[in-house]
């Protein structure tokens, strides 16, 4: 197993666009979770997902939406793209929904918005 | 709410002198608190937890709920223990939502 995957590795978008962003877990885990990092801060939480329904969501706008796929892979999207939204995407996944089960983290995807 | 703090960025060391990279918590249930580790181009991954209360390449946290502490020890320091440390703090039984520390970076020079 590759652990997690996040695509794509790197993107440029300019400020108004929308943009999406992949993961697949680990095979047989079924929770997804995705935070951003911002240079020079620890990530911070934005949703997570387990058997396709939201099961926590953190302090971020509505512009950011996800959401789990039957295969247990998931999007993150973000409308209306700000300066401010440049940072490194993380996604992780658990086998479980808490968080007593260990979160894999994948590589990330960096965004900047131009 | 919940809070980490780490307060120092970057904590440089000799090799085989001991380390401490510090961690206090902010949360009114009962915490479950983790160590992160980034290795230079590598990804995040868990280094211990204090519910498993094992050591980890020589590195051991006690949680401390007095002084909502969870500080990360190790008695001699090893080249290989250079990266970013992040301490994070999930909350029992609910999602499984981390907050995370700003980090600190761990520079252990011979």
């Known amino acids: 197993d590759a652990g997690v995957t996040q695509s794509p590795t790197h993107l440029i978008k300019t400020r108004g666009q929308h943009v999406t962003l992949r993961c697949s877990p680990i095979?047989?885990?079924?929770?997804v979770s995705w935070y951003q990092q911002v240079l020079g801060q620890g990530p911070q939480f934005i949703f997570q997902y387990y058997e396709k329904e939201e099961r926590g969501r953190g302090n971020f706008p509505d512009r950011f939406s996800a959401r789990q796929f039957p295969n247990y892979s998931s999007e993150l999207n973000v409308n209306a793209l700000l300066l401010g939204d440049s940072a490194l995407y993380l996604c992780?996944?658990?086998?479980?929904?808490?968080?007593?089960?260990?979160?894999?983290f994948g590589p990330g995807t960096r965004l900047t918005v131009l | 709410a919940q809070r980490v703090t780490q307060p120092e960025k970057l904590l440089s060391v000799f090799k085989g002198a001991p380390v401490e990279l510090k961690c206090n918590y902010s949360?009114?249930?009962?915490?479950?608190l983790f160590w992160y580790v980034q290795y230079s181009r590598q990804r995040l991954q868990l280094l211990l937890r204090?519910?498993s209360r094992e050591s980890i390449k020589g590195f051991t946290a006690d949680l401390n709920k007095g002084e909502t502490s969870f500080h990360l020890k190790k008695p001699f320091a090893q080249e290989e223990d250079s990266a970013m440390y992040y301490c994070a703090l999930g909350a029992t039984g609910t999602a499984s939502k981390l907050t995370f520390g700003t980090g600190t970076r761990l520079q252990v020079t011979l």
């Open positions: 095979s047989g885990h079924k929770s």
């Open positions: 992780a996944s658990s086998s479980g929904p808490s968080s007593y089960n260990e979160q894999f």
């Open positions: 949360y009114s249930g009962s915490p479950e």
């Open positions: 204090h519910i």
